[in-house]
């Protein structure tokens, strides 16, 4: 009697035993399929921008790791379904939760955002020098939130990626040759034809001007007291900065060693004598 007892009991919990293995052995193929894939999806979509040069890893990291994280979100909500959980509640709540969050960092959400549109669109990048939120310097790092500058000075300067994106972004190293613009002034009773010449050959003298596009050197202004060039020679871009703090000075020599007069800022005054 006792062993018909004991065999329906076995009987009566058997099939919520194999269940209960059933789901266990599911829960991990699914874990261990599931991780596999998630796994794969990171590596697809980095190996994207490897194999283009004109796309940033940075950014392809950062889709990786959502697609990664998304099928690892689908892959425990099943998990959970094997075990009779009810998830619909589960995915409410995460949805309310994902939303405070997400109101709570709607400045960083922002940066986010600009981010990845830098990352996408790439107005820069990292070398360039630019000109954004105010700031001037080299790109020294691009990361999803901040963009990093490096000043001449040597100073560091962070600046959240949504204060770049919505405004101006003046890219110095876009090109590869640069025009340099630069004004001198003579005075009006000088030769413009001989100041010319001396401008011209200092410019034909200088190692890092370009000869292709020829420079630029026309009278720009007739101004009060006196009559303005403008100069604007072509070079590398790397050379940028070295023509433009070392032509100046070579021209005023050049004109003072021709005798040509770099006037200042005067006013003729007539004195009329009423007495006579």
């Known amino acids: 009697?006792?062993?018909?007892?004991?065999?329906?009991?076995i009987n009566?919990?058997?099939?919520?035993?194999?269940?209960?293995?059933?789901?266990?052995?599911?829960?991990?193929?699914i874990l261990v399929v599931g991780f596999w894939v998630a796994g794969k999806a990171y590596k697809s979509v980095v190996r994207i921008s490897t194999n283009y040069d004109q796309l940033d890893d940075t950014l392809f990291r950062f889709f990786g790791s959502v697609a990664r994280y998304t099928i690892l979100a689908f892959v425990i909500i099943a998990v959970l379904n094997r075990?009779?959980?009810q998830t619909a509640s589960i995915i409410a709540l995460l949805g309310a939760a994902g939303l405070a969050v997400g109101l709570a960092l709607q400045g960083t959400l922002s940066n986010l955002a600009a981010g990845v549109m830098l990352l996408?669109?790439?107005?820069?990048?990292?070398?360039?020098?630019?000109?954004a939120a105010g700031k001037f310097g080299k790109v020294r790092e691009i990361?999803?939130?901040?963009?990093?500058?490096?000043?001449?000075?040597?100073?560091?300067i962070i600046i959240p990626n949504s204060q770049i994106w919505g405004d101006q972004i003046t890219n110095h190293s876009y090109h590869e040759v640069r025009g340099v613009d630069m004004r001198f002034g003579i005075a009006y009773n000088e030769s413009i034809d001989e100041a010319r010449k001396v401008?011209?050959?200092v410019l034909a003298e200088h190692s890092q001007i370009l000869k292709d596009p020829a420079p630029f050197v026309e009278v720009e202004t007739l101004n009060n007291s006196s009559v303005d060039f403008l100069v604007r020679p072509f070079c590398q871009g790397e050379h940028y900065f070295d023509?433009?703090?070392?032509?100046p000075e070579q021209i005023k020599k050049a004109l003072d060693d021709a005798g040509i007069e770099i006037p200042f800022p005067h006013r003729k005054v007539i004195v009329v004598n009423e007495q006579a």
């Open 1 to 9: 009697m006792q062993e018909l007892i004991d065999r329906l009991d």
């Open 243 to 247: 023509v433009l703090y070392s032509v």
């Open 12 to 29: 009566q919990y058997l099939p919520a035993a194999l269940d209960w293995a059933t789901n266990i052995l599911l829960a991990i193929v």
């Open 199 to 201: 401008i011209d050959r």
């Open 120 to 131: 996408i669109f790439r107005p820069y990048k990292v070398g360039d020098f630019i000109e």
């Open 83 to 85: 075990f009779g959980v």
């Open 143 to 156: 990361d999803m939130f901040t963009t990093i500058l490096q000043t001449f000075d040597n100073q560091e």
